[in-house]
């Protein structure tokens, strides 16, 4: 009997030893290029590193053409980036607003790879349009594509953009 309560205090101190160790342990941050996801310039000192290219979007979509705040956009306007999680049937939509919110133009993109992932997957797309007159400044308007009739599953992203 006194062997079986040694044996018991021999694991349970084990135990409580082993999660001491595993909860010090330093965790490890996936390697990924957050400078791309947020549009911000890495950190680094040396100079040797080249600043990543300016893009927009937030956690679930990156777009990289057009560029935010680089030049302004005529048609016909080329649409890349990648997206995850955002697209139904390989598409996602995407509208052109005036500053108000008034839509100039409709379309779409597409997945450039397999899109039945929870992975970022490129996204290609052109969007035709003609500016009305007197409007300067608008948006595109890149809407994650929600078949389902819950509308907290919807999301969107915008893009300001000069005409």
Partial sequence: MKKRYIILFCAV???IVAFI????????????DMGAVTGGATSDTSGLTPEPAPVAGHDRIVVTSPVMGKSS????????GEAAGW??????PVDLTDDTGKIIAQGYVTAQG?????D??????????????????GYLVFKKDNPSDNR?????FSLPVIF
């Fill in 152 to 156: 907290q599953l919807d999301d969107s």
């Fill in 114 to 118: 397999d899109w039945m992932t929870s």
């Fill in 87 to 92: 697209y139904f049937e390989g598409s996602f």
């Fill in 73 to 80: 956009i005529s048609s016909p306007l080329m649409l890349t």
């Fill in 21 to 32: 160790v595993v909860t010090s342990l330093p965790t490890q941050t996936p390697m990924t």
């Fill in 13 to 15: 101190l084990f135990g």
């Fill in 120 to 137: 970022f997957v490129p996204f290609k797309g052109t969007l035709e349009f003609t500016v009305p007159s007197g409007v300067t400044h």
